[in-house]
């Protein structure tokens, strides 16, 4: 019998601390937070959309268009001649210990793009970890949990959490519905985030909408 996955998704991580040092994209983060560049709002702070090739997060955004790329052409098999952009990209600086939570932290899926990345400049333990849910999400009703072994595989997994550590990047399809849990480190977690799309995917009305 042969047996494959039918209609995979996939979810990317890189450990880049070796490339980049994470502590100098949560200092300009910060920085951009304390010239009260952004929006502060309950439970932490949104950058706005920000340049990525500009000062702040030039060194990252070498990285994540690298594998943006390779994502897109050599693992999805988008053909050459449909370019890629970077949408958008913005910073959230996530306050501990708010009983209320920033609005990007419930269930979301980013519309109207292709692949999502998120960058982890700075975080601790139990600083709310990342859980992606499967789109096929009638699978959780079909397989009950209490009905599966402790072994996951691509057959039964349905979601995938993700521990935050500096230098952490993921990515994932921009269709992945996905959550963030509170941030109980203690400490600020600081996130940068990064859109990108294919050239149908137009985004000029969604005006600054931030996921
Ligand atoms: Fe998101």
């Known amino acids: 019998m042969q047996i494959g996955p039918l209609f995979t998704s996939f979810l990317a991580s ?19 937070r304390l010239d009260k ?8 702070w949104q950058s706005g959309f920000m340049d990525p090739w500009g000062k702040e997060l030039a ?9 943006a790329k390779y994502l897109a052409y050599n693992l999805i098999k988008i053909r050459p001649e449909y370019k890629i952009r970077i949408d958008s990209a913005w ?6 210990d708010t ?25 601790y333990e139990d600083c709310g970890r990342l859980t992606l849910s499967t789109p096929t999400s009638v699978q959780e009703y079909t397989m ?10 691509e057959f039964n997994c349905t979601r995938m959490m993700v521990w935050p550590k ?11 519905m996905h959550h963030v849990e509170a941030n109980r480190s203690g ?25």
């Open 14 to 32: 890189d450990e880049t601390e070796h490339l980049l040092d994470p502590n100098t994209i949560a200092s300009n983060i910060k920085r951009l």
């Open 37 to 44: 560049a952004g929006f502060g709002q309950i439970g932490g």
């Open 59 to 67: 060194p990252l955004t070498e990285i994540i268009w690298d594998r």
């Open 91 to 96: 910073a959230n600086i996530n306050d501990p």
């Open 99 to 123: 009983v209320e939570q920033m609005h990007n932290n419930p269930p979301h899926l980013h519309a109207n793009q292709f692949i999502s990345f998120v960058y982890y400049a700075e975080a």
């Open 144 to 153: 009950p949990r209490q009905m599966l072994s402790e072994e996951q595989n």
């Open 166 to 176: 500096p230098g952490l990047l993921v990515a994932f399809p921009s269709y992945i």
């Open 187 to 211: 400490k600020t977690r600081i996130s940068i985030a990064y859109n990108i799309a294919l050239p149908h995917q137009n985004n000029e009305y969604a005006g600054g909408r931030m996921e």
